[in-house]
């Protein structure tokens, strides 16, 4: 639809399991207005449900900004679950070069860090962007954009993404690890063919 139409249609995920089951499904809420002219910032709830579509994850981006030269205003996001229980928050913090966002838990204490790095081009690679711990010097996992050929990349919005973490970390923040990768997907990969 986007290519015939040059329309942004909502976005929709299927979240799998490392045997490559699908375990939830996501389908992003906002109108038209947001998406086409607020592309890439707009403002969602993204609905999480299992597969017997029984909503377990709420994920809730305000309207914000994220240019490295503004260190206002920058990104959050709001996830909860069950929905109306929240479960934590990512935040992005200012850093002129590379991308780097804070996991917090329900109290707003930090948890994690994550950064990215300084080019997110991704060009015929994967690019990583590093789970660590509080002290940004230890590395425990890292939330990957998979390069999945020229086709995919170029002409649609056609992703995928990886999440490693910790077995035993906090479920809470897995939930919340889910919304970073919503988020990194829409500040550095959601692409339109209208510059085309």
Not at 55 to 81: A, D, H, K, M
Not at 100 to 118: A, H, M
Request: with cysteine.
């Amino acid at each position: 639809l986007l290519a015939i139409l040059g329309t942004e249609t909502s976005s929709k995920y299927e979240i799998k399991n490392h045997l490559g089951q699908r375990v939830y499904f996501a389908v992003e809420e906002n109108d038209c207005f947001d998406r086409k002219l607020c592309s890439p910032l707009r403002a969602f709830t993204m609905r999480i449900a299992d597969n017997e579509d029984r909503e377990v994850i709420r994920v809730i981006r305000p309207l914000r900004c994220y240019s490295c030269w503004c260190p206002c205003f920058l990104q959050e996001l709001e996830v909860q679950s069950p929905p109306g229980t929240i479960a934590g928050y990512v935040v992005q913090n200012w850093d002129p070069f590379l991308p780097k966002f804070t996991i917090q838990n329900q109290s707003k204490e930090d948890v994690l860090k994550i950064i990215g790095p300084y080019a997110t081009c991704g060009c015929f690679e994967d690019v990583d962007f590093e789970v660590k711990a509080l002290d940004e010097m230890t590395t425990i996992g890292k939330i990957s954009k998979y390069w999945s050929g020229f086709v995919n990349n170029v002409f649609t919005n056609t992703a995928n993404f990886g999440i490693q973490v910790p077995v035993d970390l906090d479920v809470r923040i897995k939930a919340v690890m889910i919304g970073a990768c919503f988020l990194i997907d829409l500040m550095f990969f959601e692409n339109s063919l209208d510059g085309l």
